[in-house]
């Protein structure tokens, strides 16, 4: 399976810290449950969601008498996937779709953008790239790279000019194209700026109001910032109602717990993953794979 192998090794350093517990002692005892806790507060799944999965898991093992650690680790996977909140619709399926993808400086908004139009195009969707991030230059350029690889249309305008006004231009465009698939970059903020936040939330409001397609608002999350990353979508949901997430860079972070800790605590789906920095490295989400790739597999050990 080798969509399922590239998570298992995107996620290889959440895992390390877990294959530890699961193959050194060997024995379910006390220490092993205390370990256990630690590890998924420290993998950032949040010290609340921690306990309670180690509870529960606890009574199940005393319950059906597993005694070896290796026959948790099934147990302990399909538990974290019942934490994620389950994902009922998929903007970048449905269509037609407009999405706005938001968060903060450098969470891979803009590269995430080009990984989906790439795939739309590669499925024969019609798709259009809004650059609604005016206020780097350099940002615009950076994403028409990505609309180049890609081969798609992309709407922009020059820096400084009112994100709104992008957004605009894009809904016209495709009115006119029949694109289908409308994937706008806005500009990282951080979302303890309240005046970049509103000033967000204007551009959400008078897009949807114009659009006669559904407008999404789907916020970009970098792994590596961890519990930060819980705040971060707080306020980005606070402000904007989000509708999903997607959550980047978890190759080369041991804080994939976090993914468990914003879905759960929001009631967010996770949308897709981001694996790595090529064009090809975003995944569809699946709870139970993530959830297996990020505790390991028992067989085999
Ligand atoms: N390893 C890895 N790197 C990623 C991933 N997604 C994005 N990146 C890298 O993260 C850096 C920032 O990505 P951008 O897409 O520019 O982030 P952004 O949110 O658009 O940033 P601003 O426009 O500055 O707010 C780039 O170097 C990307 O290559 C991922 O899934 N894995
Ligand atoms: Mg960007």
């Known amino acids: 399976m080798a969509l399922f192998d590239r998570l298992k090794e995107g996620l290889s350093k959440s895992r390390e810290t877990m294959n530890e517990i699961f193959y050194l002692g060997g024995q379910v005892d006390d220490e092993f449950w205390e370990d256990l806790e630690d590890t998924l507060v420290m993998g950032d799944m949040g010290a609340e969601v921690a306990f ?34 389950p994902k009922t619709w998929d903007p970048f399926v449905y269509l037609p779709s407009c ?15 080009g990984k989906l139009a790439n795939v739309a195009h590669n499925q024969g969707v019609k798709c ?17 790279v990505w609309a180049q690889r890609a081969g798609i249309e992309m709407i922009t305008r020059a820096r400084g000019a009112d994100p709104a006004s992008v957004c605009f231009e894009v809904l016209e465009r495709a009115e006119k194209s029949g694109a289908q698939l409308l994937l706008i970059d806005t ?24 659009s006669g397609m559904p407008v999404y608002v789907v ?11 819980l705040n971060q ?8 109602d989000l509708d999903g997430v997607i959550i980047t860079k978890l190759d080369g972070t041991a804080k994939g717990g976090i993914a468990v800790a914003i879905s759960h605590e929001l009631k967010l789906p996770i ?31």
């Open 233 to 240: 979508a707080k306020e980005f949901n606070d402000a904007l």
């Open 271 to 301: 949308l897709r993953i981001g694996v790595g920095e090529g064009i090809e490295d975003l995944q569809k989400f699946d709870a139970k794979d993530f959830a297996r790739a990020l505790v390991g597999e028992a067989e085999g050990k």
């Open 52 to 85: 309670q999965v180690t509870d529960d898991l606890r009574e199940q093992a005393a319950r059906e008498n597993l005694t070896r650690a290796d026959q948790i680790r099934e147990a302990l996977a399909t538990r974290i996937a019942s934490e994620f909140t």
């Open 128 to 144: 259009l790239i809004g650059g609604a991030d005016t206020f780097r230059a350099a940002a615009i350029e950076q994403l028409e």
């Open 219 to 229: 916020l970009v999350v970098d792994a590596t910032t961890g519990q930060n990353g």
């Open 99 to 113: 999405v706005l993808f938001v968060g903060i400086n450098g969470a891979g908004k803009t590269t995430t953008v």
């Open 187 to 210: 500009a990282g903020r951080l979302h303890t700026s309240s005046d970049l936040m509103s000033e967000l939330g204007k551009v959400v409001r008078v897009t949807r109001k114009r």
